[in-house]
């Protein structure tokens, strides 16, 4: 990150290839969020051991940290495009098998552990494709807007339209998430498909290059690039940080404050209207500060919003914290991401994409573990006191990347354009 200068603040074209890619996005988004549900409740019949069923969910996890790196060197070698309309269309007729499997009453645990662990196993590839991809698709300084749009998209389709219709789906069949899933891929498959981009021009290999000493090249490059380096580690801290949180969150709601399920219900919903609140204000804010000082503003507004909710015993100043702490939280996640995005060598992109990735998906299993173990020695409401503290070390990590280390090429929001030409 450098100092801010100018905000380079636009608004991307939705003809043409944003608007397909964001489309296709949404649509994967809300197919992702009627399997996320539908898992679990058809786990639950299959089994009543908590431990399998956990097992579904944590292959959520277990594929980022075992193939994120690959995936991103991969996405460096592939033409972005194609790798991620191949993807949709493998994971659209895996999910079409599985639902098949469901209806004919075939589906086993074993089988639904399989299925979530080879679906985020692809989507390593999918999501670093889809991160080099848009520089590509959008002008420069409409990077920015383009990431709050898709981000804020996701998140309505996710979050508000997606689990509410599970229930209804799965009334009419067990199988009906599963095949509606399906179809979400194989439309985003065709969407991406049609989009008319150059194969990206990358250098010769040199001789005896392997995916290894590439993975390790990016390493490295993140490693050495001062920006670059204070982005990744503040992901990584906040992300310790969020696992914590929201592995505990029920149980400060349910015990600390005594508020059940209604009152879990309405954390939930001040979370998901904050952080879509964030995504409509995150360019107002940016045009105004900067991206770099809208993260290191995000970041300390959320510090505050964490001791509020582990410190004041209120469900209304809870659900209010959670509303600042997903308005702040997507705009940290849409300036870090366009960050990123602008600082790393655009033939690295996806090799830096998915180290911010892998320690990001990392960080929220360590991190649920170090919540559950303070809720249990000091009570419920120390995790969120936990993820303030581990906030408070992202902002400082921050701090250092704030003067670039690298000439600047071109003045772009705050941050060099690239170190090599696009």
């Known amino acids: 990150m450098v100092t801010a200068g100018t905000t380079g603040v636009g608004a991307p074209e939705w003809r043409g290839g944003f608007g397909?890619?964001?489309?296709?996005?949404?649509?994967?988004?809300?197919?992702?969020?009627?399997?996320?549900?539908?898992?679990?409740?058809?786990?639950?019949?299959?089994?009543?051991?908590?431990?399998?069923?956990?097992?579904?969910?944590?292959?959520?996890?277990?594929?980022?940290?075992?193939?994120?790196?690959?995936?991103?060197?991969?996405?460096?070698?592939?033409?972005?495009?194609?790798?991620?309309?191949?993807?949709?269309?493998?994971?659209?007729?895996?999910?079409?098998?599985?639902?098949?499997?469901?209806?004919?009453?075939?589906?086993?645990?074993?089988?639904?552990?399989?299925?979530?662990?080879?679906?985020?196993?692809?989507?390593?590839?999918?999501?670093?494709?889809?991160?080099?991809?848009?520089?590509?698709?959008?002008?420069?300084?409409?990077l920015g807007s383009a990431n709050a749009r898709l981000m804020t998209g996701q998140k309505i389709a996710g979050g508000l339209m997606g689990a509410p219709a599970v229930p209804l789906l799965i009334a009419a069949g067990a199988a009906v998430p599963f095949v509606a899933d399906a179809a979400t891929f194989l439309v985003a498959a065709a969407l991406i498909a049609s989009l008319r981009t150059e194969p990206p021009e990358r250098a010769p290999k040199p001789a005896g290059s392997t995916l290894r000493r590439e993975i390790a090249d990016g390493l490295r490059t993140l490693g050495r690039d001062r920006a670059l380096r204070g982005l990744c580690a503040a992901t990584a801290l906040c992300n310790i940080g969020m696992g914590a949180l929201i592995a505990t969150l029920v149980v400060l709601v349910t015990g600390w404050l005594d508020a059940g399920t209604t009152g879990f219900a309405v954390a939930s919903t001040a979370y998901t209207v904050g952080s879509l609140a964030g995504g409509f204000g995150n360019g107002w804010l940016t045009a105004r500060l900067g991206a770099t000082r809208a993260v290191l503003l995000a970041g300390v507004v959320q510090i505050g919003a964490l001791?509020?909710?582990?410190?004041?015993?209120?469900?209304?100043?809870?659900?209010?914290?959670?509303?600042?702490?997903?308005?702040?939280?997507?705009?940290?996640?849409?300036?870090?991401?366009?960050?990123?995005?602008?600082?790393?060598?655009?033939?690295?992109?996806?090799?830096?994409?998915?180290?911010?990735?892998?320690?990001?998906?990392?960080?929220?299993?360590l991190g649920a573990l170090l919540g559950g173990a303070v809720a249990t020695a000091w009570g419920s409401n120390t995790p969120a006191l936990l993820a303030a503290a581990f906030f408070v070390l992202s902002v400082i990590a921050l701090i250092p990347g704030r003067k670039p280390d690298v000439p600047v090429v071109a003045p772009d929001d705050d941050v060099t354009t690239a170190h090599v030409p696009r």
Request: positive net charge.
């Open 20 to 142: 397909r890619l964001w489309s296709a996005a949404v649509l994967s988004s809300f197919g992702d969020s009627l399997r996320t549900a539908a898992l679990p409740l058809l786990a639950v019949t299959l089994t009543d051991r908590p431990l399998l069923i956990a097992a579904v969910t944590a292959c959520g996890y277990l594929p980022w940290i075992l193939f994120g790196l690959l995936g991103g060197a991969v996405a460096d070698r592939v033409d972005q495009r194609r790798a991620m309309w191949t993807v949709d269309a493998v994971r659209g007729l895996l999910v079409a098998a599985f639902a098949v499997a469901v209806a004919l009453g075939h589906a086993s645990i074993g089988l639904l552990i399989a299925l979530a662990f080879t679906l985020t196993a692809l989507q390593t590839l999918f999501d670093n494709a889809s991160t080099a991809l848009l520089p590509a698709l959008v002008a420069p300084d409409a």
């Open 307 to 365: 001791v509020v909710m582990g410190g004041v015993r209120s469900l209304t100043a809870l659900a209010a914290a959670l509303a600042v702490f997903g308005f702040m939280g997507m705009v940290w996640n849409v300036n870090t991401t366009t960050l990123m995005q602008r600082r790393a060598p655009a033939d690295m992109l996806g090799r830096v994409s998915s180290a911010f990735r892998t320690l990001a998906v990392a960080g929220a299993p």
